[in-house]
């Protein structure tokens, strides 16, 4: 529920002022309002001359860090931050962890969440894993999901994280395509507005069940006024305006596909996808024999399947080079956590796929006689040719 500003930020200012304070980061700004610089980030530092806090800013041109002495020094440059219209704080110590964000009517949404320490392992090594979305969130009490599925949504963030350039700023979009429970979704605003940026986000899903917990959640949540979810399929459903950030997770078989079209057809900035299944090209793989010298490569079904997972993503890769993107294919989280831990990270960069691209693209579907769904969805937005 909205709080009043004031007594949210007199909070905020006692956690910058504890000895434990860790990390603060400031960022975005207040409808109507425009602070003198774009991000604020202060952590305490050790120096020769002893403790300090050191505040980094920067206007969008150059960073500029100093660090300030303790006692009435640091008491100044807080006051000072806090009195700039921020339209976020994201604040971190030994024992807390908090969230604000400050509404379009001016009041404060804030999120608190206590810091999880581990369990000492005797002769073990006790130093905490550092996490972008820490698994004991209470988040993850509201919205659920197993261990094993938010190590790999924080994996995700994690890709997310070196995708993302660290001066960005101002309001960004973001779709998350074949959403299901929404466990990326909500992870994924949470990460996104801890960074300071000004987010709104949509969860596509088929289902209207899960239409309905997912907007549930949201409300209960908070954050209802920037996190949304509508039913529908990938390839149809309504998302107006466009947005800048595209995010799959897992989307099945030739899902991955449709979210991908969309995603080129939208002209988004980011696009991270992890696909799931690859029946498809595995299923044209057996309707044609291998060609020379690589019939040993779909002789075995299991390596059939596996070879036609690769052959599948490659060429994901290769058409968004296309068009117009900078695509690589990574693992994004260690196998024992999901087997399907491939993840396709595109940048649009505007400029159109070369000449070689084209065709090093050509000629491999052309030995292999397979035609790629993403191939045929893109193909369906092309102008008849004159």
């Known amino acids: 529920m909205p709080e009043p500003l004031d007594a949210a930020l007199t909070e905020v200012r006692a956690l910058l002022m504890d000895p434990a304070l860790t990390r603060a980061v400031a960022a975005g700004r207040r409808r109507g309002h425009r602070p003198s610089v774009i991000r604020a980030e202060l952590r305490p530092v050790t120096l020769k001359a002893g403790p300090r806090l050191q505040i980094a800013t920067s206007d969008g041109a150059r960073p500029y860090t100093r660090n300030v002495a303790p006692g009435p020094d640091t008491a100044t440059a807080v006051d000072e931050l806090l009195a700039e219209p921020f339209g976020n704080w994201h604040v971190e110590t030994a024992d807390a962890t908090l969230?604000?964000?400050?509404?379009?009517?001016?009041?404060?949404?804030?999120?608190?969440?206590?810091?999880t320490r581990p369990t000492p392992t005797p002769g073990g090594n006790d130093r905490?894993?550092?996490?972008?979305?820490?698994?004991?969130?209470?988040?993850?009490?509201?919205?659920?999901?197993?261990?094993?599925?938010?190590r790999q949504v924080d994996a995700f963030l994690r890709a997310l994280a070196a995708t993302l350039p660290d001066e960005l700023t101002g309001?960004?979009?973001?779709?998350?395509?074949?959403?299901?429970?929404?466990?990326?979704?909500?992870?994924?605003?949470?990460?996104?507005?801890?960074?300071?940026l000004d987010v709104e986000l949509i969860g596509v899903d088929v289902r209207e069940d899960q239409r309905r917990r997912n907007t549930e959640l949201?409300?209960?949540?908070?954050?209802?006024?920037?996190?949304s979810f509508t039913a529908g399929t990938i390839a149809d459903a309504v998302v107006d305006p466009a947005p800048d950030l595209v995010l799959a997770l897992h989307a099945c078989d030739t899902a991955t596909d449709e979210a991908l079209a969309r995603a080129v057809r939208w002209e988004a900035r980011w696009?991270?996808?992890?696909?799931?299944?690859?029946?498809?090209?595995?299923?044209?793989?057996?309707?044609?024999?291998?060609?020379?010298?690589?019939?040993?490569?779909?002789?075995q079904g299991i390596?059939?399947?596996?070879?036609?997972?690769?052959?599948?993503?490659?060429?994901?890769?290769?058409?968004?080079?296309?068009?117009?993107?900078r695509a690589e294919v990574v693992e994004f989280v260690d196998s024992q956590h999901t087997p399907r831990n491939l993840l396709i990270?595109?940048?649009?960069?505007?400029?159109?796929?070369?000449?070689?691209?084209?065709?090093?693209?050509?000629?491999?579907?052309?030995?292999?006689?397979?035609?790629?769904?993403?191939?045929?969805?893109?193909?369906?937005?092309?102008?008849p040719a004159a």
């Open 271 to 299: 696009v991270l996808a992890a696909p799931c299944c690859h029946h498809d090209l595995a299923k044209q793989l057996r309707a044609h024999p291998a060609p020379a010298p690589y019939e040993l490569l779909t002789r």
């Open 99 to 115: 969230q604000l964000r400050v509404t379009k009517s001016g009041e404060a949404q804030v999120h608190r969440a206590a810091t």
């Open 345 to 383: 990270r595109a940048r649009r960069t505007g400029a159109g796929g070369t000449d070689v691209q084209r065709a090093e693209y050509r000629e491999l579907v052309d030995q292999w006689q397979v035609t790629p769904r993403l191939e045929t969805l893109l193909a369906a937005d092309e102008p």
């Open 128 to 150: 905490a894993k550092e996490y972008l979305l820490d698994p004991g969130d209470e988040l993850f009490a509201e919205i659920g999901g197993s261990a094993a599925k938010r």
């Open 171 to 196: 309001p960004l979009r973001v779709v998350d395509l074949g959403c299901g429970n929404a466990y990326l979704t909500f992870a994924a605003y949470r990460y996104l507005t801890g960074r300071g």
């Open 303 to 325: 390596l059939r399947e596996r070879f036609a997972d690769v052959l599948t993503d490659a060429l994901r890769a290769g058409l968004l080079r296309v068009h117009g993107y």
């Open 218 to 227: 949201a409300q209960r949540l908070g954050w209802a006024e920037k996190v």
